[in-house]
């Protein structure tokens, strides 16, 4: 039976995955003991367990991020899932096709045509020029030179290596190698791009601004990505979802919003107590309701007096579709005379903020001014506010 793709919730399904180290894995494994930890399976039956009933998935166009400490499982995680190294037991899903159930040939057809990695030591060939690596993939699928040449330009010129196609990889900076690794591995056209700590060995300064070009790219290419690290600054740069691994196992799963407000266990809390809020905290999140709501078409002077009625501090105005228009303070409306002065008021307001943004841009805002500032949908429909008060107390928690 032929199954849509398009009714798929997931690209990639993980279901307890296992993977043990030693002539007798299945004593790791065995239901009895299941509450013992990493070190004393190891110690009682000289088997290391480097994955234990791993199960996520991963949805298509999402980075999946998979971070965790030296020894955590993660790299073992990623190289299982292209078979670099074989699992114990479980399943890896891509779309409805197990990975651990293919043939050799369909093995190597899957790694050509679906899926393609990028390592830490970036895996250039010395003895090759810049565009050369880059088509390397190509070459190997049987790809014609002209056609080979012109895919990896287009993902040299989408990396920012347009002019470097003749150099030798070894006259290239650390960053400028690794995008060439990025550029192979696009130019093959994958579905699912595995990244393996790829901007570990490089300088701090260089792998800020490579996180920060990668999170933007993927904007454009939205390509299923599943990202390695240790670093958490890099996890929230990148990832829509991150993954915490601890000893073979996944200890936490969520959002980085989620993943640092709320941390699990003093593992985690530990793991995120560097990275500030306001990184990743939404503006959904600090939005509380309005003092007043108020229409704009309707009488100045009733607004005036149900200001007073109400103690409002503040009055969020909006249209007759619910379309935010502005935000005002209580001062400036007592000292309003006109329709007209409302109207310029409103429009000299601060803009509204869009409930899915990141709460930096209100803070900065809300630095200079009193005044909340509208959150709003996708359809500009007014859903709150972002007051001083809300954002102390959400960075407070």
Same mark, same amino acid.
């Given at each position: 039976?032929t199954?849509?793709?398009t009714?798929?919730?997931?690209h990639?399904?993980?279901?307890?995955?296992?993977?043990?180290?030693g002539?007798?894995? +299945?004593?790791?494994? =065995?239901?009895?003991? !299941?509450?013992?930890?990493r070190?004393?399976?190891q110690?009682?039956?000289?088997?290391?367990v480097?994955?234990?009933?791993?199960?996520?998935?991963? &949805?298509?166009g $999402?980075?999946?991020v998979? +971070?965790?400490?030296?020894?955590?499982?993660?790299?073992t995680?990623?190289?299982?899932?292209i078979r670099?190294?074989?699992?114990t037991s479980?399943?890896?899903?891509?779309?409805?096709?197990d990975?651990?159930s293919?043939?050799?040939? $369909?093995?190597?057809?899957?790694?050509?045509?679906?899926?393609?990695?990028?390592?830490q030591?970036?895996?250039?060939?010395?003895h090759r020029n810049?565009m050369d690596?880059?088509c390397?993939g190509?070459?190997v699928?049987?790809?014609s030179?002209?056609? *080979?040449?012109?895919? =990896?330009? &287009?993902?040299?010129?989408?990396v920012?290596?347009?002019?470097w196609?003749?150099?030798?990889?070894? #006259?290239?900076?650390?960053?400028?190698?690794q995008?060439?690794?990025?550029?192979? !591995?696009? @130019?093959?056209?994958?579905?699912?791009?595995?990244m393996d700590e790829?901007f570990?060995?490089?300088?701090?300064?260089?792998?800020r601004?490579? %996180?920060s070009?990668?999170?933007?790219?993927?904007k454009?290419?939205k390509?299923? +990505?599943?990202?390695?690290?240790?670093?958490?600054?890099?996890a929230?740069?990148?990832?829509? %979802?991150?993954a915490?691994?601890?000893d073979?196992?996944?200890?936490? +799963?969520?959002?980085? $919003?989620?993943?640092?407000l709320?941390?699990?266990?003093?593992?985690?809390?530990?793991?995120?107590?560097?990275?500030?809020?306001?990184r990743?905290?939404?503006v /959904? @999140?600090?939005?509380?309701?309005?003092d007043?709501?108020?229409t704009h078409?309707?009488d100045?002077t009733?607004?005036?007096?149900?200001?007073?009625?109400?103690?409002? #501090?503040?009055?969020?105005?909006?249209?007759e579709?619910?379309?935010?228009?502005?935000?005002?303070?209580?001062?400036?409306?007592?000292?309003?005379?006109?329709?007209?002065?409302?109207?310029?008021?409103?429009?000299?307001?601060?803009? !509204?903020?869009?409930?899915?943004?990141?709460? *930096?841009? !209100?803070?900065?805002?809300l =630095?200079? /001014?009193?005044?909340?500032v509208?959150?709003?949908?996708?359809?500009?429909k007014?859903?709150?506010?972002i007051?001083q /008060? /809300?954002?102390?107390?959400s960075l407070?928690?």
């Amino acid at each position: 039976m032929t199954v849509d793709s398009t009714q798929i919730s997931h690209h990639i399904k993980v279901e307890h995955l296992w993977k043990v180290f030693g002539n007798n894995p +299945m004593s790791a494994m =065995a239901p009895e003991n !299941a509450g013992k930890s990493r070190s004393e399976i190891q110690s009682e039956f000289n088997q290391v367990v480097a994955l234990r009933d791993v199960s996520f998935d991963v &949805k298509k166009g $999402e980075t999946f991020v998979v +971070m965790g400490l030296s020894g955590s499982g993660k790299s073992t995680l990623v190289r299982c899932l292209i078979r670099l190294i074989e699992t114990t037991s479980g399943s890896i899903f891509v779309e409805e096709e197990d990975v651990t159930s293919l043939s050799e040939r $369909e093995l190597r057809d899957f790694r050509r045509t679906k899926i393609s990695m990028v390592f830490q030591n970036f895996g250039l060939l010395p003895h090759r020029n810049v565009m050369d690596n880059a088509c390397y993939g190509l070459e190997v699928k049987g790809i014609s030179r002209l056609e *080979r040449y012109e895919k =990896a330009q &287009k993902m040299l010129d989408l990396v920012g290596l347009n002019g470097w196609e003749d150099s030798r990889v070894s #006259q290239l900076s650390g960053g400028m190698q690794q995008r060439v690794g990025l550029a192979r !591995a696009l @130019a093959v056209e994958p579905e699912i791009l595995l990244m393996d700590e790829p901007f570990s060995g490089l300088d701090p300064l260089i792998r800020r601004q490579m %996180r920060s070009e990668l999170a933007e790219l993927q904007k454009e290419i939205k390509k299923t +990505m599943v990202f390695i690290t240790h670093d958490l600054d890099e996890a929230v740069t990148v990832g829509d %979802r991150i993954a915490i691994m601890r000893d073979g196992e996944i200890i936490q +799963m969520g959002t980085p $919003e989620e993943i640092i407000l709320n941390p699990v266990d003093d593992f985690v809390t530990e793991f995120t107590e560097d990275v500030s809020k306001e990184r990743v905290l939404n503006v /959904s @999140a600090v939005s509380v309701d309005p003092d007043l709501i108020w229409t704009h078409s309707q009488d100045l002077t009733k607004l005036k007096d149900d200001l007073n009625t109400a103690g409002a #501090q503040h009055v969020a105005f909006v249209n007759e579709s619910g379309n935010s228009l502005g935000v005002l303070m209580r001062n400036d409306i007592e000292q309003i005379a006109s329709s007209e002065e409302l109207d310029h008021m409103l429009r000299e307001s601060s803009p !509204a903020i869009l409930n899915s943004s990141n709460v *930096r841009p !209100a803070i900065l805002k809300l =630095a200079n /001014s009193e005044t909340p500032v509208p959150v709003v949908d996708s359809q500009k429909k007014l859903l709150g506010v972002i007051t001083q /008060s /809300s954002i102390l107390k959400s960075l407070a928690e």
